[in-house]
């Protein structure tokens, strides 16, 4: 007998136990597929998001489009049903320069005591100093992969969050500043503390004293066609269970393809201060390619950075994997 004719008579022998005997029970012949607890997360709106903000313009801090986005950034957030506050400051630059910024913060849920942190950056870098032209060395780039598609999933998030509201509390984070770190052909050497700015003010100053979340989870670059997810090696350090986590939950929805069950190199981002300073356990989920130049996807920090990058099944296969951690959470 072959191994399909086993299961034909398998599933023959189930139904007629479930004709005569009334009773539910499965096919043992046939994996039960995993039920999500999650509403579905909407890869066109998502989408919308992003392309929002990069029709902005790059958003480079002390330009109007900067003000501007982070202005739509924040009634976006109201209109979905959070309590937003915005978190102004200003910081100093690796050159001097000092950034007016603002990290913008969305709560759900503010009575309940378990929380979950998600965040992404929401500047863009002035720069595109890995672009393969020298000429554009020095120019600011849309970022639509590079910052808005970790936003615009967070979006979405919390559109979703308005109209069911998980067993926890979630607080969404819209760091400013992250990407103005010293660029290449600065005449410094690459500084861990000159990127990062937003993400650093607010775990020294956080919004609320004493605030705590369970765990936080930074999105990063999650927008390109192909997407790779390595286990970062800095969440490893810092949270390898809850990297454990997200990246059973996404295999659980299918989406082994994107999120890889190998661990890649430790990178400089927003989840290194929350860690550090207010010691959240957080992990960053981040297109790693070991085969691209500078190890990240392929057009980071240059002019290709835009639209035609953004992929809506990348996009839907993050938000869904987060939406479906957030909704499992107690
Ligand atoms: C570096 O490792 C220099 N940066 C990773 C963090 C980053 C930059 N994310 C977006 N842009
Ligand atoms: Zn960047």
Sequence with gaps: MTI???FITGMAFSLIACSCGKTTTQNKTTAEPYQKVSPDFNADSAYTYVDKQVAFG???PNTPEHIACGDYLVSEM???GAEVQEQKMVVTAYDGTKLNARNIIASYGLDKKNRVLLFA???TRPYSDHDPDPANHRKPLLGANDGASGVGVLME???ILQSKAPEVGVDIIFFDAEDYGVPTFADKNFNDDSWCLGSQYWSKNPHVPNYKAKFGILLDMVGAEGATFYKEGTSMHYAANIVEKVWNTAGQLNYGKFFIGKEGGG???????????LRIPSIDIIHLDASADYG???SWHTQKDDMRNISKETLKVVGQTVLEVVYKEK
């Design 58 to 60: 790059p958003r480079v």
């Design 78 to 80: 109201k209109r979905f």
């Design 4 to 6: 399909k004719n086993i």
């Design 157 to 159: 998030v919390g559109r």
């Design 121 to 123: 950056h929401w500047d």
């Design 296 to 298: 990240f996807f392929h």
């Design 267 to 277: 990178v400089t981002d927003d989840h290194i201060p929350v860690n550090k300073n």
